[in-house]
């Protein structure tokens, strides 16, 4: 079965540590994505990648970083620089033609800073 | 700035009829989509408007009006299921999603 996956679901972190959010698709799509969700507001963009080996800020990267080595993978880092860690994680994907195409998402990983 | 508006909250009744408004402004517009979110899980696609007009889908139709910044996802023959949150996302002139908060619809039996 094709789709996206990320690990783990739930994840809890001390103050002060970085920690890795995995996110893995098989749906051979070109560009990938990583979203935070708080409670009442929007997806918002932290970073995005259309090709392997490249990958552009959203709107909220400070305090993440990320990696795109192969196509099928896209793992987020939260450092100990993010301020306010604790939120939902969305990692999602498309075929990213460059033109108005579907994301598509996994099933989220739920992080809480202790 | 670039802002997407939907009503927080809405109950309906199973069986019944609901309609989720969603206004948007933007800077350019490449489609607007419709996402459904069940608490604690990821969204999933129900729609994608890029011209005028209603688009139809079994229960669910989605309606775009562009010069009036305004779309709405109407959903009908409602199930318990339906509850959920359903988020409205416009595509921008950079192809980036700008989403709105969502809003959350309640069905009561």
């Known amino acids: 079965d094709g789709g996206i996956t990320q690990s783990p679901k739930y994840l809890f972190r001390k103050e002060g540590q970085n920690v890795t959010l995995s996110c893995e698709q098989n749906?051979?799509?070109?560009?990938m994505y990583w979203y935070r969700q708080d409670p009442g507001q929007g997806l918002r963009l932290i970073y995005y990648?259309?090709?392997?080996?490249?990958?552009q800020k959203g709107d909220i990267a400070e305090g993440y970083s990320v990696s795109r080595e192969k196509k099928e993978s896209f793992p987020l880092t939260v450092t100990s620089a993010q301020k306010n860690p604790t939120a939902f994680y969305l990692c999602?994907?498309?075929?990213?033609?460059?033109?108005?195409?579907?994301?598509?998402f996994g099933p989220g990983t739920r992080l809480t800073v202790l | 700035g670039q802002n997407i508006d939907q009503p927080t909250e809405m109950t309906a009744t199973e069986g019944a009829i609901v309609q989720i408004n969603c206004t948007y402004q933007?800077?350019?517009?490449?489609?607007l989509f419709w996402y459904q979110q069940h608490a604690g899980e990821a969204p999933t696609f129900l729609s994608y408007?890029?011209l005028d007009g209603l688009e139809e889908k079994g229960r669910f139709s989605s309606f775009l009006s562009r010069s009036k910044g305004y779309s709405y996802l109407l959903l009908k023959e409602l199930q318990m299921k339906d509850s959920a949150s359903y988020l409205c996302a416009v595509m921008d002139s950079n192809y980036q999603l700008i989403w709105g908060a969502g809003t959350k619809l309640i069905i009561k039996p």
């Open positions: 408007n890029v």
């Open positions: 990648s259309q090709i392997v080996n490249d990958f």
């Open positions: 999602a994907s498309s075929m990213g033609q460059g033109h108005t195409d579907t994301q598509y």
């Open positions: 933007t800077s350019g517009f490449n489609g």
């Open positions: 749906l051979n799509h070109d560009a």
